[in-house]
């Protein structure tokens, strides 16, 4: 099973957190909205937050942005955990469940996960490589076809087909770092130090700067992976 496009999902925490519970995620663990990046309104997050995903529109001054950020990462260098589950993507609109699946999988070791597609999956890929996990992704037909019903379940409808001009992407923290999770970029971003007590703020600050880079755009959503029970 190949699929080329998918209907996008919706950056709806209840739709996302179906397909958590379908997948057999602890209900312990849900995405909530983030309603400001400002601390104050980060403290209405249930605690603890392992994870942050960010659903921004795509714009001439990202992909300018996002080429000459490769093109300073492969001249200088950077560090990144070998603890890190990365993985690409090469279905359009599958940016919601890889930044679902990008979230669950480096928490791993606090999030309890029933046996089902989910988990074999994350089982299977462990020790492969980004470009196989996504080979492996896109032939896993039990989240494909999760991703497919729950797309259905949005308030708003969309066509696979039709160009779709939003982008998923998750932070995680890992071995003391913050990363950037981006299936459509050459490989993870390390944006440097932080702690399980930092994290979603320091997760905030690089969402704002994705924000200040189109100051004219209001497209912007930012949910988290907590704990509410």
Known sequence: MAAEALVPLESNPDVINKFLQKHGVST?????DVMGLEPEMLSWV??????????????????????????EI???????SKHLFYMKQNISNAC????????????TD????????????????????????????????????????LAQEGQTQANPDEPVNHHFITFVHKDGALYELDGRKAFPINHGPT?????????????????????N????????????E
Request: charged share 25%.
């Open 28 to 32: 312990k663990w849900n995405i909530v």
């Open 46 to 71: 249930p605690s603890p937050s392992v994870a942050v995903t960010l659903l921004f529109p795509l714009s001439e001054a990202y992909e300018e942005y996002k080429r000459n950020e490769e093109a």
């Open 74 to 80: 492969l001249s200088k260098g950077q560090e990144v």
């Open 96 to 107: 919601g469940t890889i930044a679902v699946i990008h979230a669950v999988a480096n928490n």
């Open 110 to 149: 606090k999030i309890e996960i029933a046996d089902g597609h989910l988990k074999k999956f994350l089982e299977s890929a462990k020790d492969l490589d980004p470009t196989a996990r996504s080979t492996l992704f896109n032939n896993s037909e039990g989240i494909i076809n999760a991703h497919k019903e």
């Open 195 to 215: 702690s399980p007590e930092t994290f979603l703020e320091d997760a905030a600050k690089v969402c704002k700067e994705f924000m200040a880079r189109d100051p």
């Open 217 to 228: 755009e209001v497209r912007f959503t930012v949910m988290a992976l907590a704990a509410t």
